[in-house]
């Protein structure tokens, strides 16, 4: 299709076990967002790219989050030695570059831990 | 009122009627707001937007307002159907990006339920 993909849809890890979290964007768009959503919240910002340059990371909560977009396409999210609280639906979202337009979301990965 | 953790705040209508989402904003420098509708085990869905040089703009059958000397922002939805059942989010661009890009800050959303 033509909207923003991620995989796996579900996940399950123990705590301590790192995770990576895949995110392809809408073909063409520059801009990249991660988004962290608690049970009955709205999403959090984590991290922003523009191409393959990461502009933004004070979203993430801790050293233990990295995310990546080497070739300014594709994303990865990785989590570290994973905690309990990191529990959540993992949001990723893309925008063109140029003007106000709307960040187009994916249906997200939900990562639950151990 | 608001939402704290689990409890959003809700609203339920009867199919037909027509629907009015509130959100506030705290910053006069935001300059650009969108609705989204999120469904159960799925992302935020893009609804309309709107920019702060505008206090109204029209959708198919969704208007936003925007309301920028109380900070306020609706979603009003006409003739709302069983499908519009869903949370919706107001979100604003951080102000504290220069230009048009920046990240997201949501509100807390707010739960529509339509009664048939």
């Known amino acids: 299709g033509a909207g923003v993909s991620q995989s796996p849809r579900y996940k399950v890890a123990k705590r301590g076990q790192d995770v990576a979290l895949r995110c392809d964007p809408i073909?063409?768009?520059?801009?990249l967002f991660w988004y962290q959503q608690a049970l009955g919240q709205g999403p959090e910002f984590l991290t922003y790219?523009?191409?393959?340059?990461?502009?933004?990371k004070s979203g993430l909560p801790s050293d233990r989050f990295f995310a990546e977009r080497p070739e300014g396409s594709v994303s990865t999210l990785k989590i570290q030695r994973t905690q309990q609280e990191d529990s959540a639906v993992y949001l990723c979202?893309?925008?063109?570059?140029?003007?106000?337009?709307?960040?187009?979301f994916g249906d997200g990965t939900r990562l639950s831990i151990l | 009122g608001e939402s704290v953790g689990l409890h959003l705040p809700t609203l339920s209508v009867q199919e037909g009627d027509n629907s009015i989402i509130n959100c506030a904003y705290s910053?006069?420098?935001?300059?650009?707001f969108i609705w989204y509708k999120q469904e159960s085990g799925k992302g935020p869905q893009f609804i309309i937007d709107?920019?702060?040089?505008?206090d109204k703009r029209q959708g198919q059958r969704v208007t936003v307002l925007l309301n920028k000397t109380v900070k306020h922002l609706s979603l009003q939805i006409a003739a709302t159907q069983p499908g519009d059942s869903a949370v919706y989010f107001c979100?604003?661009?951080?102000?504290?990006?220069?230009?048009?890009?920046?990240?997201?800050?949501f509100g807390k959303g707010t739960k529509l339920s339509v009664k048939p």
């Open positions: 979202a893309s925008s063109p570059v140029t003007g106000h337009q709307p960040q187009h």
């Open positions: 073909s063409g768009h520059v801009s």
């Open positions: 790219f523009q191409n393959e340059a990461q502009l933004d």
């Open positions: 910053n006069s420098a935001s300059d650009y």
């Open positions: 709107i920019r702060s040089n505008m």
């Open positions: 979100a604003e661009k951080d102000p504290n990006y220069g230009g048009s890009q920046g990240n997201l800050i």
